[in-house]
């Protein structure tokens, strides 16, 4: 086991000394992004204790999104006329898979991460609870092959840690630097460990006590404990400086911070039991010593070779070549394997976010397109042509099914 010198990752080890960071945030269950990023969002998956699999994409994509049985916290801000956003770091936010997402985005409710910092500055920006998303990896699927998350800014293996720290650092400092910082407070966590190993056996956890809306359930987990540890930091001018915090938390404690701040109840028996963190805001005034920028991230002697900027119409119609001519090469599956669930989640985000303004025929044709995924290139491939529609309205509206022996 190996881990991160404080050279290494100068912001978060910044943070971790000006604030507070927490030695017990556990994952909301011992499973991946897709169910733990749910329990963020809902305080519940839902049932799903796995990545998606076609079966419930194509359930969830009938109904318009996942469902669940006592909404999302999203649902209880709008209950309380209490303003929201989504930044969303690429065109697949994990958030956008969550049912009425589509009219929210038509109402404005998801925005960029430039637009963010920039609407942030504002003394009018209303938002009182802000989720932001980070940059998943272009096309969902990175620069060194299918599923390896690399050219984001989430942390996910195999990316580069660096651009994770660029996030950070410019997402501290808008809001340092912004009229709203006396009155904020920043949570920063990973929705799941990564498969390390770690030392703390996960506790028990009370059980949601939803109901399960769709049948999602792939291992038979009965989310009666948490999983593994998560690093996980809380930042506000309220936060002594320095602070170790042996609490523990799962994610749906931010749901649990915001609905007591509020005053919105809970929405499963699991946020209703989880800790919050307004403790933390131990101080009467605002601190005055906060800094207001944080250490450039390190330099990576071994950089991966990404833009900051999306890839542009012609590298996106490049690819789409590319795919297509590697696709019709293809004739053994054990070179193109089945698609991932991470595939499968991404894909479904693609699909949700072209059907908002598609109409008939065209949005029947994405839904037979996505039905007809049978490998991880097929996905990589329906993501680029969903990037080409959004960005450039570029359509294609030939068949993608390719004849495998």
Not at 147 to 166: A, F, I, K
Not at 186 to 207: C, K, Q, S, W
Not at 310 to 332: F, T
Request: hydrophobic residues 35%.
């Amino acid at each position: 086991m190996s881990c991160f010198a404080p050279e290494q990752l100068p912001v978060l080890n910044a943070l971790a000394r000006e604030f507070a960071i927490c030695d017990a945030w556990f994952s909301s269950l011992p499973g991946p992004t897709w169910p733990n990023r749910f329990f963020a969002m809902a305080a519940s998956s839902g049932g799903l204790d796995d990545s998606p699999s076609k079966l419930d994409v194509v359930t969830s994509v009938t109904v318009g999104g996942y469902r669940f049985y006592n909404g999302t916290i999203f649902d209880k801000l709008d209950d309380r006329c209490i303003e929201w956003k989504v930044v969303e770091g690429d065109e697949f936010p994990v958030a956008f898979a969550l049912a009425g997402m589509n009219l929210n985005a038509l109402q404005g409710r998801f925005q960029d991460f430039d637009d963010f910092v920039t609407a942030v500055s504002w003394a009018d920006y209303d938002p009182k609870f802000v989720f932001i998303e980070p940059q998943y990896g272009e096309s969902g699927f990175g620069a060194t092959g299918p599923g390896d998350y690399t050219c984001g800014n989430s942390m996910h293996p195999l990316d580069d840690v660096t651009r994770g720290e660029r996030l950070l650092k410019e997402t501290y400092e808008a809001i340092r630097n912004s009229p709203h910082w006396d009155r904020s407070m920043l949570i920063v966590t990973f929705d799941e460990h990564g498969g390390f190993y770690d030392h703390v056996p996960p506790p028990p956890a009370p059980r949601p006590g939803d109901v399960a809306v769709d049948d999602y359930d792939h291992h038979g987990f009965r989310f009666d404990q948490l999983g593994p540890r998560v690093p996980a930091l809380v930042i506000s001018p309220f936060v002594a400086r320095g602070v170790i915090d042996h609490t523990t938390y799962d994610h749906t404690s931010i749901l649990a911070t915001v609905e007591r701040l509020f005053g919105l109840g809970s929405l499963t028996g699991r946020d209703a039991a989880a800790a919050d963190t307004l403790h933390l805001l131990g101080l009467d005034e605002p601190r005055t010593d906060t800094p207001a920028t944080l250490p450039e991230p390190a330099r990576n002697p071994m950089p991966i070779g990404c833009s900051d900027d999306p890839e542009s119409e012609d590298e996106l119609l490049l690819r789409r070549s590319e795919l297509r001519l590697a696709r019709r090469d293809l004739g053994d599956r054990e070179r193109d394997p089945v698609p991932s669930s991470t595939h499968i989640g991404f894909a479904q985000v693609a699909l949700m976010k072209v059907l908002q303004t598609a109409s008939y025929p065209e949005r029947e044709r994405w839904l037979a397109q996505f039905e007809a995924i049978e490998t991880r290139s097929d996905a990589e491939l329906f993501m680029v042509e969903a990037k080409l529609k959004l960005r450039y309205d570029i359509d294609f509206k030939r068949p993608r099914r390719v004849e495998r022996p």
